[in-house]
């Protein structure tokens, strides 16, 4: 089930900011942050030149968002090094989006930012 309407329109709009303040103008040229939203989920990711392609972009998944319509509850997961998502179990599932994105932002386990 997908992400009601209204509260994905605040989701877009809050990591829209986010994207656009994390990267300083100076390095926009060298890594991007953007998201995608599929389903009830969320995945923030970076967008950096590919080594021998120039030309063409990378995408490093840092952060998944997953939205329980049940509860409306948010649940933040992270990447292994097979790209395969796990629950970040640091931080309880909440109602709070925006705690869940500070929770990334401060990554104090290393596992988002490295």
């Known amino acids: 089930m997908a992400i009601p309407e209204g509260v994905k329109q605040q989701i877009e709009n809050k990591l829209r900011e986010y994207c656009s303040n994390r990267i300083p103008e100076h390095a926009s040229d060298m890594v991007k942050l953007d998201f995608k939203i599929k389903g009830n989920s969320i995945t923030l990711f970076e967008m950096r030149p590919a080594f021998d392609k120039t030309n063409e972009w990378v995408d490093i998944v840092i952060a998944q968002f997953r939205h329980n319509p049940e509860n409306s509850f948010w649940t933040l997961y992270c990447a292994d090094r097979n790209s395969k998502w796990n629950r970040y179990?640091?931080?309880?599932?909440?109602?709070?989006?925006?705690?869940?994105l500070k929770e990334v932002e401060k990554d104090p386990t290393g596992i988002f930012w490295g």
Do not use: R
């Not at 179990?89 to 869940?100: A, G, Q, V």
């Open 89 to 100: 179990i640091d931080t309880d599932p909440t109602e709070d989006f925006d705690k869940l």
